[in-house]
């Protein structure tokens, strides 16, 4: 096991997992050194060569309650453009960039600038007692940002509008239902439900698992014209990958494959 010390984040592998757990008691809100330590967290696990998988949660109370609005009091425009550039632009670019999966446990509530922490991940487990919510527009009487895109590309235009102009939290039954997280699990089943999700991920190829992130993110707008010749080079680079070939070999063997990794 291995920790590094951050000061608004814990950081922990065991097992081939990495946890990053937001700490910035009473709420855990979102800072721009808080943004800064989840960025740092996420290229330390992700150079990483014992890092399979990555989780994020929070302590306390819930995964956070979403951008420190005391702060943002004190931004005019330009210290607002740029802080939200570094957190919803960079942190979601940095995500999607990383070379293995992340998987998102909330529990609590996850509001604002958190369900976009947890909507970049590639899945969210959430306890049945979480909410989600964007209490942007009556709070802030401003628009919410990136969640605009999140929200669309995920549930569809109508159900976002609905979530985004009226700012009312749903439950996690609903965001289960509306297609917004992986599952819902009994609270006290959150982290254990979520660590043995991550085991099965790490047990597979790591060359597969990011191959087949690549082709997620890449063809998730992309015109069906220009999927097939995508799809057949991925596929085709992939078949030549050692680890493919271990896969197919094991298959036929009946046995457990010994990644390499390449």
Same mark, same amino acid.
């Given at each position: 096991?291995?920790?590094?010390?951050?000061?608004?984040?814990?950081?922990?592998?065991?097992?081939?997992?990495?946890?990053?757990?937001?700490?910035?008691?009473?709420?855990?809100? *979102?800072? /721009?050194?808080?943004?800064?330590?989840?960025?740092? =967290?996420?290229?330390?696990?992700?150079?990483?060569?014992?890092?399979?998988? *990555?989780?994020? #949660?929070?302590?306390? !109370?819930?995964?956070?309650?979403?951008?420190?609005?005391?702060?943002?009091?004190?931004?005019?425009?330009?210290?607002?453009?740029?802080?939200?550039?570094?957190?919803?632009?960079?942190?979601?670019?940095?995500? !999607?960039?990383?070379?293995?999966?992340? *998987? =998102? =446990?909330?529990?609590?509530?996850?509001?604002?600038?958190? #369900?976009?922490?947890?909507?970049? #991940?590639?899945?969210?487990?959430?306890?049945?007692?979480?909410?989600?919510?964007?209490?942007?527009?009556?709070?802030?009487?401003?628009? /919410?940002?990136?969640?605009?895109?999140?929200?669309?590309?995920?549930?569809?235009?109508?159900?976002?509008?609905?979530?985004?102009?009226?700012?009312?939290? *749903?439950?996690?039954?609903?965001?289960?239902?509306?297609?917004?997280?992986?599952?819902?699990?009994?609270?006290?089943?959150?982290?254990?439900?979520? !660590?043995?999700?991550?085991?099965?991920?790490?047990?597979?190829?790591?060359?597969?698992?990011?191959?087949?992130?690549?082709?997620?993110? !890449?063809?998730?707008?992309?015109?069906?014209?220009?999927?097939?010749?995508?799809?057949?080079?991925?596929?085709?680079?992939?078949?030549?990958?050692?680890?493919?070939?271990?896969?197919?070999?094991?298959?036929?063997?009946?046995?457990?494959?010994?990644?390499?990794?390449?």
């Amino acid at each position: 096991m291995t920790q590094e010390n951050f000061s608004l984040l814990h950081y922990e592998v065991t097992e081939g997992i990495a946890e990053i757990a937001l700490d910035n008691p009473p709420a855990n809100v *979102i800072t /721009p050194e808080m943004t800064e330590e989840y960025l740092a =967290a996420l290229d330390l696990a992700d150079a990483d060569e014992a890092v399979k998988v *990555i989780i994020l #949660c929070g302590h306390g !109370r819930g995964l956070s309650g979403g951008v420190d609005l005391k702060l943002l009091d004190t931004y005019g425009p330009v210290e607002m453009k740029a802080f939200m550039s570094r957190f919803y632009v960079d942190m979601t670019r940095r995500v !999607r960039a990383l070379k293995k999966p992340i *998987i =998102a =446990a909330v529990h609590g509530y996850a509001m604002e600038g958190a #369900c976009t922490l947890a909507f970049a #991940c590639d899945m969210v487990l959430a306890a049945k007692d979480a909410k989600f919510g964007y209490p942007g527009v009556p709070n802030l009487a401003a628009p /919410p940002g990136m969640h605009v895109w999140h929200l669309q590309q995920l549930i569809g235009r109508m159900k976002a509008a609905e979530l985004i102009l009226t700012g009312e939290p *749903i439950s996690a039954k609903q965001a289960d239902q509306y297609g917004l997280i992986t599952r819902a699990v009994e609270p006290d089943e959150l982290m254990s439900e979520t !660590r043995k999700l991550a085991a099965k991920l790490a047990a597979l190829s790591p060359v597969g698992l990011r191959a087949a992130r690549e082709m997620i993110f !890449r063809t998730e707008s992309m015109d069906f014209s220009a999927v097939p010749g995508t799809a057949l080079d991925a596929i085709s680079l992939a078949f030549a990958s050692e680890d493919s070939k271990e896969a197919r070999r094991a298959y036929v063997e009946k046995r457990k494959p010994v990644w390499k990794g390449r």
